[in-house]
């Protein structure tokens, strides 16, 4: 007798392809058992945490509410390099708290409200402050939010590495980005519809909105069932912290994926910049904020299960193709936009440009992210999890302040630089060695 309703082993067997037996390459019998339902748990919980960073996104809603505030617009620079270094900066240290739980999903459950109490924060600073004051808070509690989803990611990954067959796995991701972004989509087209620059109220129901959804994912992953696992090795962080890094100099495939990885990371600080050039074109209306939210959207929405399908054959294929397509579009834009243009033309030239690197970050991301999880097996998972993160944190760190002091000379000149980098990681990217499937 099924341990599950018919309704989610249906659902189970449709977005997993899983119905002509059922597949539990790299996991335990028992976990084999709950997959129908930890991946539709997974699905739902990952879905409403994607769907609240797409709300309360550092490359677009932040910018607007710090300027709709009147924040130093230095302070606009602070935002992307704390959301994605500050959660991956301290995962070597937090890997190690994570491998002494022999059950790890309360570290995401607890990780996913904290990040709801900061989007509350926010949302308060919001209606409460204005100028220095309220840039300060709204950085402050961002420093916060991405500490916490440090520990999210670290848990989330070996959480999925104990619970979601191989060969599966990236079909759960393409679907969370799919569903979250249909979802992104919607409330993107409804900013659209809306005129004028918006006001702090509505900024702050956004965030409160994230808040809800943060809340409602950590009940839901609260549900999985996970089976205990290895605690070996958490017993001092900071000096295991340390003696993990070794493995970038003795594990000759991770420190390629390491290298690959680092020279990627345009396709997340770019969108920045493809946003700034907009806004210069076309103004700051609410209705551009709209625009940009609802392309991200529909870039998930539209290619993420592909895909998905894609990384659970060969990972290192999206994520080369992702890269290249990341690059080469960067670096076009930047071109595009040094050539007089025509004010219809960047009407649909950014939006569009936007949306192409949407469904080329999506491929960036789901492409490491499987391919990380499926070359390392147990607490060795944990481990490269944990260095990765936390080397690529600190030169996110770097990147983006080298990146804000060149872009006060040059937007273009940068986008060159990012475009180029992710280029040349897509080309290295094709010597690592194929681990899925």
Partial sequence: MSRHPDWMESLYERLAEDDEGRVCKAISEDACRESPGNFFRTLVANTLSSLADRIASAKTTLPWLLLQLGAPGWMLSLLVPIRESGSMLPQMLIGAVVRRQPVRKWVWVWGGALQGLCLLGMGWAALALEGAAAGWVVVALLVL??????????????VQGKTIPKTRRGRLSGW?????????????????????????????????GGA??????AAVFGRIVE??????????????????????????????FVIARALAMGSGLAAPFYVALAREELGDALSLLGVFIAVEGLAGLLSSPLWGRWADRSSRKVFATACALAGALTVAVALWSWLPMPAWAATW?????????????????LGR????????????????????????????????VIGGVAATVSVEATLVLLGGAGLLGAWLSLGWKNVSG
């Fill in 145 to 158: 939010f991405s500490l916490a989803r440090g520990a999210c990611s670290v848990a989330y990954k070996d």
């Fill in 349 to 365: 030239f950014y939006p569009l440009a936007f949306f192409g690197l949407g469904l080329a970050h999506a491929g960036v991301r």
């Fill in 227 to 256: 089976s205990p696992g290895a605690t070996q090795g958490g017993a001092n962080g900071v000096v295991e912290a340390f003696a993990r890094l070794a493995l970038l100099r003795d594990d000759r495939p991770f420190r390629a």
């Fill in 212 to 217: 809800v959804l943060w809340f409602a994912a």
């Fill in 369 to 400: 992210k499987t391919y990380m999880v499926d070359m390392a097996e147990g607490n060795r998972r944990t481990d490269y999890v944990a260095v990765s993160n936390s080397v690529i944190g600190a030169l996110l760190l770097v990147a983006g």
């Fill in 176 to 208: 969370i980005s799919a569903v979250s972004g249909l979802a992104a989509l919607g409330i993107g087209l409804a900013l659209g519809a809306l005129q004028g620059e918006g006001s702090t109220a509505l900024f702050a129901g956004l965030l409160v």
